[in-house]
Each structure stands twice: as C-alpha cells, then as structure tokens.
C-alpha cells in the first residue's frame, strides 16, 4: 500500500471516532493560529513505543496531515530494563531515578537511539515527515553524582535542533539525553526532560500519551477532566488517590503553575489522541489550571456587562435589553474569568437553572462541566429547559438529569424533584416561561 493511501484511510479511521465537523473546525481554527512550536509538546513512554506503535504514529501523522507539528519528547525505561538484565545489570534507583554508571550509560545511549530511530522510521513509513533528535536539546549538569552516578539534571534547553525541524515541516522526535558543556552525555528521567522542555515553549497541549488512556478514580474509570482550581482540593484529599497519581497531579498543576492559562495538559491513549483534541467530549484526562468558581446572589456582585457578552456569544443570540432588571436572582455561578456561567431563580420554592453558558475557547476544556458541579453541590433540587437541536447542552443535559419531557420547542429536565403534581408543575413551567433571548 502506498504512503499516501495509507494515509487517507488513517484519516479515514481517525475521523470516524469523532464528533461533529462543526467541532473539529473549531479546534483546527484555534490550534492553526498558534506558532508552530506552541501547539504541542507529546511525551511518549517507553511502554507506548514498545507496545502500541503503530497507533501512535497513525495519530502523529494524522495531526501533520491536518497542518500541526507536535513536538515529540520519549522514554525508554521498559527496553532499558530488558537490555540491562540481558547485560547481567542489577536495576538500582534513588528515589525513583536510575543509578547511571558508565556502563548503564552506554546500554542508555544504545537503547534511546535505537527506540528514536524506530519511531521516526516508522512515522516516515506512513508518509509523515519526521526528524531525529538525539542531542543537543539538553544542556545538563551532575544531578549528584556519588548518588546518581551519571544522572543529569537540565540547566538549559536550546530549542534551535527544535526549531530546525518544526521549519522544514517535520516532527521533532527527542530523545531524553543530556550533555554537560564539556560534552559528557548524561542520563535524564524523560518525565523531567519533558517539564523542561514545556517551560522553556509555554505550548498550547501538553500530552502524557499512556497505556492506561488517562487518569483513573477510584473505580478504575477515567477522570474525563480535572479543573484545578476548583478541584484540586477535593481530589487530593480522596482516600483512593493511591502515591503514584498523587504524585503525578501534583507534577501537573506545578507545571501548569508555570505556564499560561489557556495551556492545559491531556493524558490518553495513542489511538484516542485525535478524538481528545478535535472533540468536547474527548477521550482522556483534560487537566486544566482553570479558574475558581464565584457564587453570588444578587446583580450587583456581578459585572452584568461582562456576562451579558458571555451569553450572547454563548447562544450566537441577543439577550432582552431588561434582562437583569426582570429576572429575580437566586443564585449565580460565574467563573473568574466569565468564561463560563450558571444563572438560577427560584420558582415556587424550587431552583431553576434559567442560563447556562459557556465561552467558545473555553468548550471542551471542563471548564462548564467545573462550574456545574460547583452549582449542583450547592443544589440538590433542580429544573430546566433547554431547545431542541442544542446538540451540545442536551448530550450533557440527559446525563446529568434524573427525568426529562420533550415539549413542542423545548425539553424539560429535572434531578432531585419527588411527587408528581411537584413535577408538573415545574414542567408547566418550562412550557410557558417567556423567552429572554431574542430570536
């Protein structure tokens, strides 16, 4: 089969997964306007290399077809425990490093070019453009070397072996080798290499590609997305949270500590790396910085200026000009940032959920689906109505609902509503509350 077909049904297989075209627009439209060194840094593992290869680079090509050049930093750890056992090499690590001799560094240097140059020709198989970089991205110094032996830690990241490639079109595929000045090749952890070389290109995605497809709760089911600023907290205080996902949440949010607040990093599998980044739905683990999530109970807490435009741009509709002189607050949830809002009255002593919006370049980020959690904590009783065609509010809206009824134009939903005669009348109202946006 020839490069090009290939290809074509890659693309083929790959769009299949996905949502709408709608929504692979809008994310193709918001990664195309990034510098071409901002879109992306990929961390691939050994173990990934090893065991799903192919799936990996299908999405790597996929993305260079569609006009984006990830910048791809990778491990080796499970070939080097192979080769060094092979070698009669006794594994020996200080907290969680590898003890590097001179004659670990030797099977280290073999085992890492070997498995970079097996991913850049297995990418240039498919027809994708790929480069390989094997030194000259890290400049490094002794992390401790009577405890580490040749072990490095990154004092600087020269981006220009980077840059060379991104301008001819081709992925960067770095190995996770260090040198000092004087030329010594060094060992460095990939996970560290990874962090350095995102603070130094503050890009848009960081992706953990793995095995396990994302971040996993305590019944084993991924975490769909983590708004730190909201979340954090809660989530570190879980009794499930075993050491080693404690530990890596950690790393995450010093890391997106440090870059800015559009940056978010995603944890999925190869297969899955399109539909996480082309889709609201995703397919991983989205971990964002996020913003914190305000609850006030009257206008005046609130700049209704701001969130006016957050819902007009919200639902591409205007808002009635007396909008918040007529509505009767309740309660309302608004982001840091107005990037996404809740707004509740009271009817007849029950919560109703009149607006729920959320920004264009904040859709798919978990940033909604953080501030509605916070609102439903606070809420155990709610009712809303949203119309039909909404194809986004209503995927999200059954699953969150506990009963629902189609009307002519609108659908009503509820969750903590008991009795009948309570129900029908909060879905009477939904079938005669006047509209506030204009058609």
């Not at 990939?190 to 130094?200: G, I």
């Not at 904590?377 to 995927?395: D, K, Q, T």
Request: overall charge positive; proline content about 3%; some cysteine.
């Amino acid at each position: 089969m020839d490069a090009h077909k290939h290809m074509r049904q890659t693309i083929v297989r790959l769009l299949s997964n996905m949502a709408s075209a709608k929504e692979i627009q809008q994310y193709l439209k918001r990664f195309s306007k990034l510098d071409a060194k901002r879109f992306a840094v990929v961390k691939v593992g050994g173990a990934v290399l090893r065991d799903d290869l192919e799936a990996l680079t299908s999405s790597l090509a996929f993305l260079q077809q569609v006009g984006l050049t990830p910048i791809v930093v990778h491990g080796a750890g499970p070939q080097l425990d192979t080769e060094l056992a092979a070698a009669g090499i006794a594994k020996k690590t200080v907290k969680g490093l590898r003890v590097t001799s001179a004659e670990t560094l030797a099977i280290v240097r073999r085992v890492t070019q070997s498995e970079n140059l097996r991913l850049v020709e297995a990418l240039q198989q498919v027809g994708a453009r790929a480069t390989s970089v094997l030194s000259g991205v890290f400049e490094a110094d002794f992390l401790g070397r009577r405890t580490y032996g040749l072990v490095g830690k990154v004092t600087r990241v020269n981006l220009a072996p980077i840059e060379a490639s991104l301008n001819a079109g081709s992925v960067p595929v770095i190995a996770s080798l260090g040198e000092t000045a004087g030329g010594q090749i060094l060992n460095v952890n990939a996970d560290f290499a990874a962090n350095e070389l995102v603070q130094a290109l503050q890009p848009y995605k960081i992706i953990f590609l793995t095995g396990t497809g994302g971040l996993l709760d305590g019944e084993g089911r991924v975490i769909d997305s983590i708004n730190l600023g909201t979340d954090y907290e809660a989530l570190m205080a879980q009794p499930w949270l075993h050491s080693g996902m404690r530990v890596k949440i950690e790393q995450i949010k010093a890391l997106l500590d440090r870059l800015p607040l559009t940056s978010s990093v995603s944890i999925t599998r190869p297969a899955e790396l399109a539909k996480e980044l082309f889709t609201h739905r995703g397919s991983g683990t989205l971990v964002r910085r996020g913003e914190r999530v305000r609850r006030c109970t009257r206008w005046s807490q609130i700049d209704t200026r701001r969130l006016r435009a957050l819902i007009e741009s919200s639902f591409g509709r205007t808002l009635l000009p007396d909008y918040f002189e007529r509505t009767r607050l309740y309660r309302a949830y608004v982001s840091a940032n107005y990037r996404a809002a809740l707004i509740l009255t009271l009817e007849d002593g029950v919560p109703y959920l009149d607006k729920f919006a959320v920004a264009e370049d904040a859709q798919g980020e978990g940033l909604g689906r953080a501030a509605w959690q916070v609102m439903r904590a606070e809420n155990p009783i709610l009712f809303w109505r949203s119309r039909h065609g909404n194809p986004v509010n209503n995927e999200f809206y059954f699953a969150e609902a506990e009963g629902c009824l189609k009307q002519p134009r609108w659908t009503a939903f509820w969750y903590g509503l008991d009795g009948w005669d309570r129900i029908a009348a909060c879905v009477e109202h939904c079938r005669t509350r006047p509209a506030t946006l204009m058609e």
